[in-house]
């Protein structure tokens, strides 16, 4: 089962709004409480200077006119002063009368409607009482603290719409760095630069910096390790050949010594191409600068080093179309590209094919056309062609399978595009390379 991923930035923010919503129940009790605490501390006193007052001012018996079942407010204070020896006075619970008592201070007295809370002066023969429900003093604490609640609620949308702000904006480093990543390419490994990323990115950075540096350590001993055996191989496949050559010249109708050569010129073959490779990926690494090139001069150089192969097959190898055309680039990764197509054009023409080399330009573009009179490919293995070591099983020759991956990758460091098709004159394969035009 897939494990359920998450935002940890939207986790961040339904906490801090569950958090703000808990803050604002516990604050609103709080503040309830210490607005009890200062309303009780305030009527005690408003009760008990009431009372003093009355009891220095010869007091006579008073009853208040109370309704047990009507709601009053904290400002009802009601007033009885009763006799000890008037037992007309009703002392039950349907009154707020209190026994007699000894001590001065506040009592509370229990009544089927509620709580009274009473401050109370005795004396010899009178008991001053000053009365008021408790539940009064319990409803404004909480009016009082309703009313701190309610800007906070009014306010807490906008306060968590900042936070989410805030936490989208501090976690910006994160998609930068994200896109950073992304934009590079597949063999840009140099060390990522602390830039204004936070602290907290810091150790991860340098960890994949680390990570960058094995692996580029391994990808080029990788590449020296192709390089140094292909090179070590060219010097006894060279000599292999010579001697072949003579034993060919002493035997020439020998079947099995003309099948040897061929083999030992595939390897020379393959040898080359390896070493193209190992050039292509190791200048990768490495930051060479471009100049003005003529698409022109360097695919007739190309073609003067290709002729002999293409004289041997009998093939008309021509150049059907030429426009004087200049692209930015490298040399050497420039002549990779003609080199390989009208090799790979001379090695899958039949004996006494064509070739047709064209250069134009296209919108914007120069185009390298080669066509050829082969077999051609199917169109559904274009993209296969492009993989190294890719061989297609119903060609007769034997090649390595580097040829159109080291032409797709140097065609790409140049900025070009590398397209297939079908030659609609010869009938074989049709490769375009079309790269950004340079006006001289």
């Known amino acids: 089962m897939k494990p359920k991923r998450y935002s940890l930035q939207k986790r961040l923010i339904i906490y801090i709004s569950l958090f703000s919503v808990v803050l604002g129940c516990v604050l609103i009790f709080a503040a309830y409480r210490i607005a009890l605490e200062e309303i009780n501390e305030v009527l005690d006193k408003q009760m008990q200077s009431l009372a003093e007052r009355i009891a220095e001012n ?72 000053v009365s008021q429900q408790q539940n009064v003093r319990q409803e404004l604490a909480l009016e009082l603290a309703g009313n701190m609640f309610l800007p906070y609620m009014l306010f807490l949308p906008f306060a968590v719409f900042g936070l989410g702000w805030m936490i989208r904006k501090n976690f910006q480093p994160l998609h930068d760095f994200k896109t950073e990543l992304a934009s590079r390419k597949a063999q840009e490994l140099k060390p990522i630069e602390m830039k204004d990323y936070p602290l907290e990115l810091e150790p991860t950075i340098q960890e994949m910096n680390h990570l960058f540096g094995r692996i580029s350590l391994a990808q080029q001993e990788q590449r020296q390790f192709v390089a140094d055996s292909a090179h070590e191989l060219r010097t006894p496949l060279t000599a292999l050949n010579l001697q072949l050559q003579i034993l060919l010249q002493q035997f020439p109708q020998s079947d ?24 292509q990926d190791a200048s990768d690494s490495l930051i060479e600068p471009a100049q003005m090139l003529s698409l022109n001069q360097m695919t007739v150089a190309c073609l003067e080093q290709l002729i002999q192969l293409a004289l041997q097959k009998e093939i008309d190898l021509g150049v059907e179309q030429q426009q004087e055309l200049r692209i930015q680039g490298q040399a050497s990764t420039l002549h990779s590209i003609i080199y390989n197509l009208i090799d790979n054009a001379i090695k899958y023409s039949p004996k006494g094919g064509v070739i047709n080399v064209s250069i134009f330009q296209q919108g914007q573009q120069a185009v390298l056309q080669i066509e050829d009179s082969g077999a051609g490919i199917d169109p559904t293995q274009f993209a296969q062609i492009r993989q190294r070591f890719y061989r ?7 090649g390595s399978g580097l040829g159109l991956s080291i032409v797709d990758k140097a065609t790409e460091r140049l900025g070009g595009t590398l397209e297939f098709s079908q030659s609609s004159s010869l009938g074989g394969l049709c490769v375009q390379v079309k790269f950004p035009v340079v006006e001289a």
């Open 58 to 129: 010869h007091p006579r018996p008073l009853q208040s006119q109370i309704d047990l079942e009507k709601q009053y407010s904290e400002e009802d204070l009601f007033v009885d002063i009763w006799s000890y020896a008037n037992t007309a006075t009703p002392l039950h619970p349907q009154n707020v009368l209190v026994a007699p008592v000894k001590k001065a201070g506040f009592y509370k007295h229990q009544t089927p409607y509620g709580t009274w809370l009473t401050y109370i002066i005795p004396s010899d023969q009178l008991q001053i009482q």
């Open 256 to 279: 099995s010594l003309h099948n040897l050569s061929q083999g030992v010129l595939r390897m020379q073959h393959l040898v080359n191409q390896l070493l193209s490779l190992a050039k």
């Open 392 to 398: 297609i099983h119903n060609h007769a020759e034997i």
